[in-house]
């Protein structure tokens, strides 16, 4: 069975850092790309950033660019978002998924695979 596992999330002040892990199971990554997404209370899950099969493409959300870093360890059959300078407003469940390929996709629609989600809260 196909699984995405996220872990990583939870409490921490503005200006802090997280990395989050996403691990796959029951398949290789090394075929697949992976999205980071983010969806905040009241509001639709957003793209957060992707990269490519082999690690040589990545794209950031605006938001997010030069505070947030994807890289993937296919080795170990995980994707890390390394978050940084973390603001309120980066509070979310943060979901990684994954389709096979090899380019980036920023809409969900085009990810077959999710993960259950962690909860990033980021407060003083």
């Known amino acids: 069975q196909l699984q995405l596992v996220e872990s990583g999330g939870g409490l921490v002040q503005p200006g802090g850092s997280l990395r989050l892990s996403c691990a796959a199971s029951g398949f290789t990554l090394d075929y697949y790309v992976i999205g980071w997404f983010r969806q905040a209370p009241g509001k639709e899950r957003e793209g957060v950033s992707c990269i490519s099969s082999t690690g040589g493409s990545t794209n950031y959300a605006d938001s997010v660019k030069g505070r947030f870093t994807i890289s993937r360890d296919n080795a170990k059959n995980t994707v890390y978002l390394q978050m940084n300078s973390l603001k309120p407003e980066d509070t979310a469940v943060y979901y990684c998924?994954?389709?096979?390929?090899?380019?980036?996709?920023?809409?969900?629609?085009?990810?077959?695979?999710w993960g259950q989600g962690t909860q990033v809260t980021v407060s003083s």
């Open positions: 998924a994954g389709t096979s390929g090899y380019v980036c996709y920023d809409v969900a629609d085009e990810y077959d695979y």
